[in-house]
């Protein structure tokens, strides 16, 4: 009860908030989806690494957040890294220990998604040349 509590909290506050707000910083990363409902693009503020031809980020909901219902539907994304877009395909990675993978990830967003995540998932997203 206490976690879907906390969910509904702070999917409220970065949906109304915190999201509106990143998306309008031009080095802020964000993943690109196509919304499986609308076909419109979603954009969402997020943090990760880029490792040769692959971003790697953690889903603090998992499978309950709005971008992974999307890559399910549409792996085909965008990711802007450092002020460039990028195309790729995402690919949902949940034999990978997320924890670990935080570790390897910058601290700043790690930490929030270890505060406040309840259902860790990995996402690699293979980047096109």
Do not use: C
Not at 3 to 20: E, G, S, W
Not at 36 to 51: N, V
Not at 55 to 74: L, M, P, R, T
């Amino acid at each position: 009860m206490a976690d879907d509590l906390r969910d509904r909290i702070t999917k409220t506050f970065q949906k109304n908030v915190a999201n509106r707000m990143m998306r309008l910083m031009p080095f802020q990363t964000l993943l690109e989806t196509t919304g499986r409902k609308t076909g419109e693009p979603r954009r969402t503020p997020l943090g990760g690494r880029r490792e040769g031809d692959q971003f790697w980020f953690v889903s603090e909901f998992g499978d309950k957040s709005q971008y992974v219902k999307n890559i399910q539907a549409n792996p085909n994304v965008r990711v802007r890294i450092n002020g460039k877009w990028h195309r790729g395909t995402a690919h949902l990675v949940p034999d990978d220990d997320p924890q670990a993978r935080l570790r390897s990830l910058p601290q700043f967003n790690s930490f929030g998604v270890r505060t406040f995540g309840t259902n860790l998932l990995t996402i690699r997203v293979d980047l096109k040349s």
